[in-house]
């Protein structure tokens, strides 16, 4: 079982390194793209938001409104226009069309620079300021993401630099959830839910029994918010505690989005 596991995160990672070559070739440093024009987006990157602890050990944070209305319009239009890839952990979910379209985002564009500095001040001295390419991804119906920790086992390499990383910190943001939205859960097994909230009646978690009947960790896609966890342990290990799973989207749909700061390990 753990051995599989391994293998299986070992190919999905090189996957999305290839697509993210392919991405740098497509844009090379300063060249302008077609997308939208954004001088007057008034995104702001101090837009106030709410945070929420959901665990200490690791460290998960909820952040409700992370994201603004206009944000959230503009990252689900671009998508619209343009999800080249698939996001997956293994071959076997792209064979059954259950992996989300990808779309990699122009990195110059200013509402992707807005996020990332929104997501570098929250950070602050937890990562480096250097972030891997963003990318929003569309979740339709049977749409899910395997078991997986975004941090890998073996070190990421910078493509141009060649110096290696990994993926310490993670952000996924739920962009966009469409109002008849079933399931999309970022389900954490491993995670008990905090013992100090009612979860009849929060908007953003619920528990799932996991696989030994324990409860563990499912966090709503609630519309503009995101959900933070450090994925790597002081001595620099993944922490296996953090693996998690998009559960199958079964009714709407869903638009995400990663934010992965790069820790080089130099
Ligand atoms: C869509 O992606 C292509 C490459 O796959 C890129 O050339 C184009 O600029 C992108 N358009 C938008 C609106 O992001
Ligand atoms: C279920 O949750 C418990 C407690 O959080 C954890 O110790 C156990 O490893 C989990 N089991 C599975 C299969 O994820």
Not at 108 to 115: F, K, L, Q, R
Not at 162 to 180: A, C, E, L
């Amino acid at each position: 079982m753990t051995a599989l596991w391994s293998v299986v995160f070992v190919a999905a990672v090189a996957v999305l390194s290839k697509n993210y070559g392919i991405y740098s070739e497509l844009f090379p440093a300063g060249a302008s793209t077609e997308v939208a024009t954004t001088a007057d987006t008034g995104c702001d990157e101090y837009h106030g938001y709410q945070i929420e602890f959901l665990s200490s050990d690791p460290l998960m944070i909820r952040i409700p409104n992370f994201i603004s209305p206009a944000e959230s319009a503009f990252f689900t239009g671009i998508l619209a226009q343009n999800f080249t890839y698939r996001l997956y952990v293994n071959e076997e979910d792209v064979k059954n069309e259950i992996a989300p379209r990808l779309a990699v985002l122009d990195q110059h564009d200013p509402y992707v620079t807005c996020i990332l500095n929104r997501a570098q001040h929250f950070l602050g001295s937890m990562a480096s300021p250097d972030f891997e390419l963003l990318s929003v991804a569309r979740y339709g119906v049977s749409h899910q993401v395997s078991l997986h920790t975004d941090a890998s086992p073996e070190p990421l390499e910078d493509p141009k630099t060649k110096r290696q990383f990994n993926r310490r910190t993670s952000f996924f943001v739920y962009v966009h959830s469409s109002d008849d939205l079933e399931g999309g859960e970022t389900y954490f097994p491993q995670i008990p839910p905090p013992s100090n909230v009612d979860l009849s009646t929060h908007p953003g978690i619920v528990a799932v029994n996991n696989a030994s009947g324990q409860p563990g960790l499912a966090v709503k896609p609630v519309s503009r918010s995101a959900v933070f966890w450090l994925g790597m342990k002081p001595d620099g290990t993944v922490d296996r505690s953090t693996i998690h799973k998009g559960l199958p989207v079964t009714k709407g749909e869903k638009i995400g989005m990663n934010i992965w700061a790069k820790h080089y390990l130099d």
